[in-house]
Structures are given as C-alpha cells and as structure tokens.
C-alpha cells in the first residue's frame, strides 16, 4: 500500500543498485533527523579530510558498529558521551595539540567526584580506538595522536589469610558470596568469570574448568582452561545444573554488593575487594614457589615462551599442576582458621595424577602430545620426554 513515510533512497556501489529505507515518520523534521544518522551510520567514507569529518560522528558511528557489540558496552556508550559534549560540532581537524590538552584537564571534573587517572585514561581509549578504526578503514585520511595520563602505581593491598577466612565465615547467610569466594580461591578468574561459571564448563573426568562459557568469543580479558582443583572438586561436585552461582535463582550481573556486604560482616579493610582475592592468590602462588608460566596460565596471561605449546598444554596430566596443589595447600590452611569444613585435607593428593585409561582419553583427544612413564609405586605419570613443538 501507499506510505506516507519519508523514504531515504541511496546507490550501493557494493551492489550496483539503488537502494531505499523508510524513515518511519511522515514528518519532515523528524526524517531529516533519521536522514542525518543514516549517513552517519550507513555514508560511504573514502580518506577523507580530518576538516571534513565531525568527531562526534566518527565516535556514533565506532559504538553503532563495535563499541555496543562489546562486553563493556555501557563503558563505551558513556564514554563517547563524553567525548560529545567536549568536541560538539568540532572537525577532527579541530583535534590541536592545545585543544586536547584542555579535554585532557577538562575530563577529571566531569564526575561528582574527580575521576581518577586509570578511569580517565579508559574514556581516553574508547576515542582513540574509534579515531584508529576509522583511520584503518580508510575513511579519514589522518587522526591525531591522543595521550593518555600519567597513573601513579598504588601497592595493591594482599589480603592476609586471616581476611579471606573472616570473608568465608561472613558469608553463612549470603551462600552466592560464599560460592563466588570459593570459585574464586580455585581458578583465580576475574570476577565476572566466576559469576558465568556453569556446570557444561566442568569436565570432572579430566578435572578441567573451562573459564570460557561455550560459544563465547574470547576477548583481550583471556578466559583460560584450569584444572580443577581438590577444593573446586568436592565443592562443585553433585547434582545441579546452570549456573553455579545464583541470588534467589537468578543470574547474578555483580557481586560487588554481597562483597561489600560480606566485607562489613567480617570487619575486613576496605581495602578489600573482589579483585583482591585473585590479586592475593597470585602473589601466593609467586611466594610459594610456583614458577610464572603456571600462574600465568592460571590467570589467563599469555606466555611468548609458550604461545606454540598452549593450544595443547591443557590435556597434559600435569598441567599447572604446581599452581593447583598449592591452591590446595592454601585452602587446607584457610580450613584451620573456619567453623566450617571448605576442604576434606586428607583427600588433597601430593601430586596431579591421571590413571591410566584416562591418560588414553588424554592422548586421543590432540594426539600424541608427550612421551610420559606410568609409575605403578607412585601411581603417577612421570614425563620421559616432551613433544610440544
């Protein structure tokens, strides 16, 4: 039937055809408006002049496409607003060396409270990344270089055993802190990871934890495979399905409120935060002995050394082996400071070990991926020689 919408009607070189859109509206102010984004979204750039292209369009057109695709999306969305309100009508042209030292001092007082360092330097990259995609598409010919500002090193408070079991035994009444706390002492994830974590990541054949949700793309916030602990072992084991972790049988978005409630609770620093248990058992495992590669692996760092052999270093019956016992030891300490029972001690085994019809499962999964001697006096794989190549 006959509309009487506005229609946007373009050529796609692309397609070799002329195209339309409705702007769904019949009203001529408002289809100019629709118009305007459409060429902001949809336009046709080929380098040109940073006099030509307004900031403010560079920035809609990053989080239109990328930017609201992204884990951080709302991180991005704020960020750009930012950006707007400083720049307005301004050109990239416009981006002088003085005119982005005044939104360099400009950006701190935009909170209720001034920002810090590390927050404005997070505003500072969404711009940069939308300025540099544009660049690298070829649709500005040049973009300036944006600095970032000086961040003064804090020492990161570790919080003492003491703090961690005072935390555990808070949480009787808050039982998804209590689940989250203990997901965390044996894998080490970022926060949001733990809060993810669901029973098809759990392989307890292999005792391996799939940080990653099957599906989900990895980002640069690398989400490791880990072996499952004797702690996550006897925690996670029995009949549930979803999501470990739950608020009144619903997902839970972020712990930080039941932390801080925990935190009140136990009476411990404010200085403690969910960061800090991954932060602490890190420096845990360094004091301990463990060597780096392992707690890189267990945090989701990659190791230059090691970037050929990771693909296949999970299914190794050892794998991070010394990171996980010693987690293990740090939880049976943490279990003479509790009222309740975290960790069965007697069951924590000296050493990683795999029998032998699974260490078959192991090989047929990536083939043969080292030559290793079953010890029947130890009842464990003793490595004769590596093959990662």
């Known amino acids: 039937g006959v509309t009487d919408h506005w229609q946007i009607t373009w050529y796609d070189r692309e397609r070799r055809q002329t195209r339309q859109r409705s702007t769904g509206t019949g009203d001529f102010e408002q289809a100019k408006v629709a118009l305007a984004e459409h060429y902001v979204y949809r336009g046709a750039r080929v380098d040109e002049a940073p006099d030509a292209v307004l900031i403010t369009h560079v920035l809609m057109r990053y989080h239109h496409e990328h930017g609201r695709k992204l884990a951080s999306a709302e991180v991005s969305g704020h960020a750009v607003a930012l950006w707007q309100r400083f720049w307005g009508g301004s050109t990239v042209g416009d981006m002088t060396l003085a005119r982005i030292e005044e939104f360099l001092g400009w950006l701190p007082t935009t909170g209720k409270r001034p920002l810090k360092p590390s927050s404005v330097n997070r505003i500072l990259a969404v711009g940069r990344a939308a300025l540099e995609r544009a660049r690298r598409r070829q649709e500005i010919k040049r973009v300036p ?195 309740f029972e975290l960790l069965r001690t007697s069951r924590v085994p000296e050493k990683c070990s795999t029998e032998p019809e699974d260490m078959e499962k192991v090989m047929s999964i990536k083939g043969e991926i080292g030559r290793r001697e079953w010890d029947r006096t130890t009842d464990h794989f003793h490595v004769k020689e590596v093959l990662y190549h």
Not at 149 to 168: E, H
Not at 182 to 194: D, F, K, Q
């Open 145 to 339: 270089a944006i600095p970032g500002v000086a961040v003064t090193r804090q020492r990161l408070y570790r919080a003492t055993v003491g703090d961690i079991a005072r935390l555990l035994m808070a949480t009787d009444k808050l039982p998804h802190v209590r689940r989250w706390l203990i997901g965390s002492l044996c894998t080490l994830a970022r926060p949001e990871a733990v809060l993810e974590l669901a029973r098809p990541q759990l392989d307890f054949d292999l005792r391996r934890i799939d940080l990653n949700q099957p599906g989900r793309m990895q980002s640069h916030k690398h989400r490791p495979v880990v072996p499952m602990t004797e702690l996550a072992f006897q925690q996670m084991s029995g009949d549930w399905t979803g999501l470990w972790i739950t608020y009144r049988a619903k997902p839970i978005a972020d712990i930080k409120m039941g932390f801080h409630r925990a935190r009140e609770r136990a009476g411990v620093s404010a200085a403690v935060t969910p960061y800090t248990v991954r932060r602490t058992l890190s420096t845990e495992l360094r004091r301990r002995g463990v060597p780096p590669w392992e707690i890189a692996g267990f945090l989701g760092h990659s190791v230059r050394e090691y970037a050929v052999t990771e693909e296949y270093a999970e299914y190794a019956p050892d794998y991070l082996g010394h990171a996980a016992r010693e987690l293990d030891a740090y939880a049976a300490e943490l279990q003479t400071h509790l009222d």
